[in-house]
């Protein structure tokens, strides 16, 4: 069966981390751009950052340049985000992507991240 499973997620506090996983079945990440995708209550899903199969060349969204990182390993057919420096408005349910050229996307089902004091 072909997943992504996503976890990671809780409550922190403002100026915590977090790092999220990403764990991929079903088939290999390697040949794949990995995504992470966020939708706050109320809001749009909107793209985080990614990271290519090939390279590993990564892209942010403005609003979490210098605080969030992207990276893969193959090995374990898994993604990661590590998150630093979170903000209340990084709330939001958290999905992972894979995407390839000529394939359906596959996403997973979400893990809740929710930055408060």
């Known amino acids: 069966q072909v997943q992504l499973v996503e976890s990671g997620g809780g409550l922190v506090q403002p100026g915590g981390s977090l790092r999220l996983s990403c764990a991929a079945s079903?088939?290999?990440?390697?040949?794949?751009?990995m995504n992470w995708y966020r939708q706050a209550p109320e809001k749009e899903r909107e793209l985080v950052a990614l990271?290519?199969?090939?390279?590993?060349?990564?892209t942010y969204t403005d609003s979490v340049k210098g605080r969030f990182t992207i990276s893969r390993d193959n090995a374990k057919n898994t993604v990661y985000l590590q998150m630093n420096s979170l903000k209340p408005e990084d709330t939001a349910v958290y999905y992972c992507?894979?995407?390839?050229?000529?394939?359906?996307?596959?996403w997973g089902q979400g893990t809740q991240v929710t930055v408060s004091s």
């Open positions: 079903g088939f290999t990440i390697d040949s794949y751009t």
């Open positions: 990271i290519t199969s090939a390279g590993g060349s990564t």
């Open positions: 992507k894979a995407l390839r050229r000529g394939r359906q996307a596959i």
